[in-house]
T-cell receptor, first 113, second 112 residues
Framework: NAGVMQNPRHLVRRRGQEARLRCSPM?????VYWYRQLPEEGLKFMVY????????ESGMPKERFSAEFPKEGPSILRIQQVVRGDSAAYFC???????????FGQGTRLTVV | SQQGEEDPQALSIQEGENATMNCSYK?????LQWYRQNSGRGLVHLIL?????REKHSGRLRVTLDTSKKSSSLLITASRAADTASYFC????????????FGQGTTLQVKP
């Protein structure tokens, strides 16, 4: 059973471009979480999704950011018109249920130049 | 807003010593979890303790939970240099959407 897969591992975008981060959860997991981490800091919650539904997006900026978890395929975190302040590591985690342990991917390091 | 607050922020000990990290939280929880992160890598789940449990063990790890004080502690016994990492507590609150909220973490350095 492969772990949580995130790609790409590293992503460089110019200001104003779009960034698309992908997360394939572990097999059988229907819950996905996205977090953002700045160097030397903790993980900041962004969004919590179940298949085809956004459960909680209270941590996600209202503009430029969106997330989806379609019936088929990976979860996508999309950042439109990126700015330098979006540079960070973005981690995805999956779990089989809402109150169990979460399994993390290795993250996508986004650099906006 | 962050739910868990870890204490201390940084801890440096010698190999063989025990390391204790604390976590305080604000709201009623369904469960509390501890994770480990090696520099720049993904997080690894260590232990999950539910609100009706008081103590759990896993190898050299011992986690306690005091719901009356809204606090938890992680004890690593007989530490090794390989235990050097950041440790985070995370909570799932009752009456919430089920999201998992992390604290700021404790950075542990174990000197050989």
């Amino acid at each position: 059973n492969a772990g949580v897969m995130q790609n790409p591992r590293h992503l460089v975008r110019r200001r104003g471009q779009e960034a698309r981060l992908r997360c394939s959860p572990m097999k059988g997991h229907s819950h996905v979480y996205w977090y953002r981490q700045l160097p030397e800091e903790g993980l900041k919650f962004m969004v919590y999704l179940q298949k085809e539904n956004i459960i909680d997006e209270s941590g996600m900026p209202k503009e430029r950011f969106s997330a989806e978890f379609p019936k088929e395929g990976p979860s996508i975190l999309r950042i439109q018109q990126v700015v330098r302040g979006d540079s960070a590591a973005y981690f995805c985690a999956s779990s089989p249920a809402w109150n169990t342990e979460a399994f993390f991917g290795q993250g996508t390091r986004l650099t906006v130049v | 807003s962050q739910q868990g607050e870890e204490d201390p922020q940084a801890l440096s000990i010698q190999e063989g010593e025990n390391a204790t990290m604390n976590c305080s939280y604000k709201t009623s929880i369904n469960n509390l979890q501890w994770y480990r992160q090696n520099s720049g890598r993904g997080l690894v789940h260590l232990i999950l303790i539910r609100s009706n449990e008081r103590e759990k063990h896993s190898g050299r790890l011992r986690v306690t939970l005091d719901t009356s004080k809204k606090s938890s502690s992680l004890l690593i016994t007989a530490s090794r240099a390989a235990d050097t990492a950041s440790y985070f507590c995370a909570t799932v609150s009752n009456g919430n959407t089920g999201k998992l909220i992390f604290g700021q973490g404790t950075t542990l350095q174990v000197k050989p």
